[in-house]
């Protein structure tokens, strides 16, 4: 876990979680599932955010279930003491199927290996595993596909009759869901139809059921089931332009990046900026260096066009992007040093938000906010039970060691 100490202000950058902005979009996004359960995915350590205050700030506003993608992450969360349902899906041979049979998590099953090698881990330690059997439902990535599927069904039933295991839920993922009226997710919500109740007419009792990413909870309602995943929409930022703004749904952006103004400067007409001097400026002008760069998660694919609003004023990056620092034309704006600049945030004060900066970067605002590096040490605000504190992102301490020699995700 990262340990947490209590600051004020700060000096470089950092980026500045609001938990209450999280806990309203959890409680806008339940009111929209139609009584279905909703999952807070905290996968790559909840989207950049800190999956541990995060998990906990979900769970506070309703959140009956919290997702990971790695067993890592999960058992990070355990280790921290984060109870109830808790599952992770993303497994590969000789995972740490003992120590999450242990610790209580449901674990995904897409295929005949993984079925064996959590049984396994079932019968050593002495109590039945709890797995939920993924289908491979179009989007062509982890789950069994349709012809596999009696197959890895009959296997799941037989170790649940043995008693190794229980099949606590089938699940799909949709690979349009973004894209509403995609002819794929009306074929893909058929075939999980299909596969579901084959799996349920073999004696497969789920607790739960779903297929539901973010968009769909959004827009998808028939696809609810018993339970929704909200990954992106969760941290306020919309899944796709087609399914709205964050403002249209209702929903609040919870991170905020800014970094202090390092040096300001005037430099004459014709003076090249940062690498390759791919600009140059045209007049007489000031510049301002902003101390983040690629190693924080400022994207390189921004250069010349990444917004910035420094000292109340938005600017664009002028230049490239480095690694650890940009560089802004304030043209006549006057600027001191320490002045703040804010990349991204909700937009409440003319800032940039995420969505802006992926569209600079010719990307997703998913990237933007997960790619935020360990150097930018995360605040908190908004908390329940304290005073709102700084989190130092280094290197977790008491989490299980990655047999694969790995360092795991902090929580």
Same mark, same amino acid.
């Given at each position: 876990?990262?340990?947490?100490? #209590?600051?004020?202000?700060?000096?470089?950058?950092? +980026?500045?979680?609001?938990?209450?902005?999280?806990?309203?979009?959890? +409680?806008?996004?339940?009111?929209?599932?139609?009584?279905?359960a909703?999952?807070?995915?905290?996968?790559?350590?909840?989207?950049?955010?800190?999956?541990?205050? &995060?998990?906990?700030?979900?769970?506070?506003?309703?959140?009956?279930?919290?997702?990971?993608?790695?067993?890592?992450? +999960?058992? +990070?969360?355990?280790?921290?003491?984060?109870?109830?349902?808790?599952?992770?899906?993303?497994?590969?041979?000789?995972?740490?199927?003992?120590?999450?049979?242990?610790?209580?998590?449901?674990?995904?099953?897409?295929?005949?290996?993984?079925?064996?090698?959590?049984?396994?881990?079932?019968?050593?330690?002495?109590?039945?595993?709890?797995?939920?059997l993924?289908?491979?439902?179009?989007?062509?990535?982890?789950? &069994?596909?349709?012809?596999?599927?009696?197959?890895?069904?009959?296997?799941?039933?037989?170790?649940?009759?043995?008693?190794?295991?229980?099949?606590?839920?089938?699940?799909?993922?949709?690979?349009?869901?973004?894209?509403?009226?995609?002819?794929?997710?009306?074929?893909?919500?058929?075939?999980?139809?299909?596969?579901?109740? $084959?799996?349920?007419?073999?004696?497969?009792?789920?607790?739960?059921?779903? =297929?539901?990413?973010?968009?769909a909870?959004?827009?998808?309602?028939?696809?609810?089931?018993?339970?929704?995943?909200?990954g =992106?929409?969760?941290?306020?930022?919309s899944?796709?332009?087609?399914?709205?703004?964050?403002?249209?749904?209702?929903?609040?952006?919870?991170?905020?990046?800014?970094?202090?103004?390092?040096?300001?400067?005037?430099?004459?007409?014709?003076?090249?900026?940062?690498?390759?001097?791919?600009?140059?400026?045209?007049?007489?002008?000031?510049?301002?260096?902003?101390?983040?760069g690629?190693?924080?998660?400022?994207?390189?694919?921004?250069?010349?066009?990444?917004?910035?609003?420094?000292?109340?004023?938005?600017? #664009?990056?002028?230049?490239?992007?480095?690694?650890?620092?940009?560089?802004?034309?304030l043209?006549?704006?006057k600027?001191?040093?320490?002045?703040?600049?804010?990349?991204?945030?909700?937009?409440?004060r003319?800032?940039?938000?995420?969505?802006?900066?992926?569209?600079?970067?010719?990307?997703?605002?998913?990237?933007?906010?997960?790619?935020?590096?360990?150097?930018?040490?995360?605040? $908190?605000?908004? #908390?329940?039970?304290?005073?709102?504190?700084?989190?130092?992102?280094?290197?977790?301490?008491?989490?299980?060691?990655?047999?694969?020699?790995? #360092?795991?995700?902090?929580?």
């Amino acid at each position: 876990m990262n340990d947490t100490v #209590t600051t004020s202000g700060f000096s470089r950058a950092r +980026a500045e979680i609001d938990l209450g902005a999280l806990r309203g979009n959890v +409680a806008t996004l339940r009111a929209r599932t139609g009584g279905a359960a909703l999952m807070a995915v905290v996968k790559s350590d909840a989207y950049g955010h800190g999956a541990l205050p &995060c998990a906990r700030a979900a769970r506070e506003a309703g959140a009956a279930w919290v997702g990971t993608a790695t067993p890592w992450e +999960a058992l +990070a969360l355990r280790a921290a003491g984060l109870d109830g349902p808790l599952m992770c899906w993303l497994w590969t041979p000789g995972g740490p199927w003992r120590e999450g049979v242990d610790a209580g998590l449901d674990m995904s099953v897409s295929g005949m290996w993984a079925l064996a090698e959590v049984v396994a881990a079932a019968r050593e330690a002495g109590r039945p595993a709890r797995i939920q059997l993924k289908a491979d439902t179009g989007l062509g990535r982890n789950g &069994c596909q349709p012809g596999d599927w009696p197959e890895l069904v009959a296997a799941a039933r037989a170790a649940e009759a043995s008693g190794a295991v229980r099949v606590t839920g089938v699940w799909s993922h949709f690979a349009c869901a973004d894209e509403p009226g995609h002819p794929s997710i009306r074929l893909q919500l058929d075939m999980f139809r299909e596969m579901l109740a $084959y799996a349920e007419g073999q004696g497969i009792e789920p607790e739960v059921r779903h =297929i539901a990413n973010s968009p769909a909870a959004l827009t998808l309602p028939e696809a609810h089931f018993d339970l929704v995943r909200t990954g =992106i929409a969760m941290y306020g930022v919309s899944p796709s332009p087609e399914v709205g703004t964050a403002r249209e749904l209702g929903l609040r952006p919870v991170m905020t990046l800014s970094a202090r103004v390092a040096l300001v400067k005037g430099v004459p007409a014709g003076h090249g900026v940062s690498y390759g001097h791919t600009y140059v400026t045209g007049e007489e002008t000031t510049l301002g260096l902003i101390p983040v760069g690629y190693a924080d998660g400022v994207p390189r694919h921004a250069s010349g066009r990444g917004p910035v609003l420094v000292g109340g004023e938005l600017h #664009t990056v002028a230049g490239r992007v480095a690694m650890d620092q940009f560089v802004v034309d304030l043209g006549r704006h006057k600027v001191q040093e320490g002045a703040e600049a804010v990349l991204f945030g909700p937009g409440d004060r003319g800032e940039p938000t995420a969505e802006d900066w992926a569209r600079a970067s010719d990307t997703i605002a998913y990237e933007i906010v997960t790619r935020i590096g360990q150097r930018v040490p995360r605040h $908190y605000v908004g #908390t329940d039970t304290g005073p709102d504190t700084d989190t130092d992102t280094g290197p977790g301490t008491g989490t299980p060691a990655d047999p694969n020699g790995g #360092t795991p995700p902090s929580a």
